[in-house]
């Protein structure tokens, strides 16, 4: 069975840094696309990038390219979302996403969401 | 903003057919395969339709889809009150060469 074991929430100050994690298991790890959706507070979802662990090679939205980072430890399966300055807008809830085979496929598993407070 | 439109809610009572339509352009829709997701209330999504319309298995066939050129349509037969919650289309969009999601449609049962 597919699994995908997000971290816990975060409460942040606006500024400060942060690194999330969605641990795999159920699957081969480094064959598969794996990423993240972020939902806003009583908004929809919105595509944020994903990563191909064998070889990390990773494509973001452009709504989000420069804006957060997507990597990968293929040594103990997990995949990261990272900000290096949050802002009160980073805001929401994050889901860890695997995609079903090539990247424009469907994401056929989905973590429970990791929610992120951001205070200003 | 999303280039995926949908209507923001529809509703029926149990039993009724009701459909969701998404609308995008020849990037997306109209020249990839395009995805419907489920969201139950306080639940993270799961998707209902991929492919070529194929239902993953536990998904029930009252839920069905279909594609015409740009636009896309879901539609619910024999509608039931766990049916209630926020359904999304999606498909790869080659221009912004990204994936996208369709704005929602929050579907209530009355």
């Known amino acids: 069975e597919v699994q995908l074991v997000q971290s816990g929430s975060e409460v942040k100050k606006a500024g400060e840094s942060l690194k999330i994690s969605c641990k795999a298991s159920?699957?081969?790890?480094?064959?598969?696309?794996i990423g993240w959706v972020r939902q806003m507070p009583g908004k929809g979802l919105e595509y944020m990038g994903i990563?191909?662990?064998?070889?990390?090679?990773?494509r973001y939205s452009p709504s989000f390219q420069g804006h957060v980072t997507i990597s990968a430890d293929t040594s103990i399966n997990t995949a990261y979302l990272q900000w290096n300055s949050l802002k009160a807008s980073d805001s929401a809830i994050y889901y860890c996403?695997?995609?079903?085979?090539?990247?424009?496929?469907?994401?056929?598993?989905w973590g429970r969401g990791t929610q992120v407070i951001v205070s200003s | 903003q999303s280039v995926l439109i949908q209507p923001p809610s529809t509703s029926g009572t149990p039993g009724q057919r009701v459909t969701i339509s998404c609308s995008g352009s020849?990037?997306?829709?109209?020249?990839?395969?395009l995805h419907w997701y489920q969201q139950l209330p306080g639940t993270a999504p799961k998707v209902l339709i991929y492919?070529?319309?194929q239902r993953p298995s536990g998904v029930p066939d009252r839920f069905s889809g279909s594609k015409s050129g740009t636009s896309a349509s879901l539609a619910i037969s024999g509608l039931q009150s766990e049916d209630e919650g926020d359904y999304y289309c999606?498909?790869?969009?080659?221009?912004?060469?990204?994936?996208?999601f369709g704005t929602g449609t929050k579907v209530t049962v009355v």
């Open positions: 999606a498909a790869w969009d080659d221009s912004l060469n990204a994936y996208v």
């Open positions: 492919g070529r319309n």
């Open positions: 020849s990037s997306n829709i109209g020249g990839f395969t």
């Open positions: 990563i191909y662990p064998d070889d990390s090679d990773t």
């Open positions: 996403v695997r995609k079903s085979g090539y990247f424009h496929s469907d994401f056929d598993s």
């Open positions: 159920g699957y081969w790890f480094t064959r598969y696309w």
